[in-house]
């Protein structure tokens, strides 16, 4: 054989292969998610995520630290609410579980950036993402009130909020309000793309958001969708958001790509709870070896264009590129 194209050449060593590679996965690009429940001394595992616990605010301090000093930059915090209503009254409460964390933990790591996801589906008894009027997610009401929680969560020092409702003009709406109260300077991490997914179900466990009735398919978007997820994404941009996100990941890496080339705009990916609980328990079973797929999937999100990734994995990754 006389070839003159021979692609191994560059494969010959490792060396050779670090100076090629096109897309390194970097702790800084990591964003370790938080689920903070009332009590008091509280660390408890989800039985669907394996690794991932449960923290009351004492401890989320701890937690904190320890992912700050393995050099993830942020975090984003979920709450667990002490009580639910027909209109999640603790989601934009000044003393909800939420705000008290944000405050707790930015009095003793100031410097972490504190992401907070702005729902109402865990502080809901319908465990809707919004206010219910006859069974169905009523738009214009419920972007009132997750403005309302948004604004709550700047007050408490939230350093960006993440709407992740799915509702009409929320972005816009959050916007206005933040900009009227002086917090001119709180981005917008919008949940823009965010697909209606079977793989959120460990988060519905941990997070206790699962709907009580029907599905979130009136307001989340259809897996088989991604010109409308361009659509969504444009409409988020227009209205003022700083960083958008596509989420689920792994079954979407086209949409990440598509939207990364069409808007060059910061972009994130939710490598969400269910592609979290897949690969752990693989590789419990001895399916699958744990920390390459794990590598192997993460690297592939990077690669489709995501900016930052949000994920359980965040601190088991900051482990495994430390010892390299
Ligand atoms: C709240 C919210 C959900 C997730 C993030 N924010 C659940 C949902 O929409 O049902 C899922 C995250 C995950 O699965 O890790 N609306």
Request: proline letters at 5%; one cysteine or more; hydrophobic letters at 45%.
């Given at each position: 054989?006389?070839?003159?194209?021979?692609?191994?050449?560059?494969?010959?060593?490792?060396?050779?292969?670090?100076?090629?590679?096109?897309?390194?996965?970097?702790?800084?690009?990591?964003?370790?998610?938080?689920?903070v429940?009332?009590?008091?001394?509280?660390?408890?595992?989800?039985?669907?995520?394996?690794?991932?616990?449960?923290?009351?605010i004492?401890?989320?301090?701890?937690?904190?630290?320890?992912?700050?000093?393995?050099?993830?930059?942020?975090?984003?915090l979920?709450g667990?609410p002490?009580?639910?209503?027909?209109?999640?009254s603790e989601a934009y409460a000044d003393d909800g579980i939420v705000q008290k964390a944000v405050r707790a933990i930015k009095?003793?790591?100031?410097?972490?950036?504190v992401?907070t996801d702005v729902?109402?589906?865990?502080y809901?008894?319908?465990?809707?993402?919004?206010?219910?009027?006859?069974?169905?997610?009523?738009?214009?009401?419920?972007?009132?009130?997750?403005?309302k929680t948004a604004l709550s969560h700047a007050r408490a020092g939230a350093?960006?909020v993440?709407?992740?409702?799915?509702?009409?003009?929320?972005?816009?709406?959050?916007?206005?309000?933040?900009?009227?109260?002086?917090?001119?300077?709180?981005?917008?991490?919008?949940?823009?793309?965010?697909?209606?997914?079977?793989?959120?179900?460990?988060?519905?466990?941990?997070?206790?958001?699962?709907?009580?009735?029907?599905?979130?398919?009136?307001?989340?978007?259809?897996?088989?969708?991604?010109?409308?997820?361009?659509?969504?994404?444009?409409?988020?941009?227009?209205?003022?958001?700083?960083?958008?996100?596509?989420?689920?990941?792994?079954?979407?890496?086209?949409?990440?790509?598509?939207?990364?080339?069409?808007?060059?705009?910061?972009?994130?990916?939710?490598?969400?709870?269910?592609?979290?609980?897949?690969?752990?328990?693989?590789?419990?079973?001895?399916?699958?070896?744990?920390?390459?797929?794990?590598?192997?999937?993460?690297?592939?999100?990077?690669?489709?264009?995501?900016?930052?990734?949000?994920?359980?994995?965040?601190?088991?990754?900051?482990?495994?590129?430390?010892?390299?």
């Open positions: 054989m006389d070839l003159v194209k021979r692609p191994r050449r560059l494969r010959r060593s490792s060396a050779m292969r670090d100076m090629l590679r096109e897309t390194t996965l970097d702790v800084k690009d990591l964003i370790y998610p938080l689920f429940v009332p009590g008091e001394g509280v660390r408890q595992e989800v039985a669907s995520m394996p690794g991932i616990r449960r923290f009351s004492d401890t989320v301090i701890g937690e904190v630290k320890e992912v700050e000093s393995m050099g993830i930059p942020a975090v984003l979920f667990v002490s009580f639910k209503d027909e209109i999640g009095q003793s790591v100031p410097e972490i950036i992401i729902c109402m589906c865990e809901t008894s319908h465990g809707h993402c919004g206010i219910v009027e006859d069974g169905y997610v009523s738009n214009d009401k419920s972007v009132e009130l997750i403005a350093d960006v993440a709407p992740s409702d799915m509702m009409d003009g929320r972005v816009g709406a959050i916007r206005k309000l933040l900009d009227e109260e002086g917090f001119i300077n709180v981005p917008v991490m919008a949940y823009s793309a965010k697909y209606a997914s079977c793989f959120y179900g460990p988060f519905r466990d941990a997070a206790e958001s699962a709907p009580q009735f029907g599905d979130r398919k009136s307001y989340q978007m259809d897996p088989a969708n991604s010109d409308e997820a361009l659509r969504e994404i444009a409409l988020d941009i227009e209205e003022g958001a700083d960083i958008v996100m596509v989420k689920p990941a792994l079954a979407y890496l086209d949409v990440i790509k598509r939207a990364k080339q069409t808007f060059n705009i910061p972009l994130a990916a939710y490598n969400v709870s269910g592609e979290y609980a897949m690969v752990k328990a693989a590789g419990r079973m001895g399916f699958l070896d744990e920390k390459a797929a794990a590598m192997e999937i993460l690297t592939s999100i990077k690669r489709a264009g995501a900016d930052m990734i949000i994920t359980y994995f965040a601190k088991d990754v900051a482990g495994w590129l430390a010892t390299r």
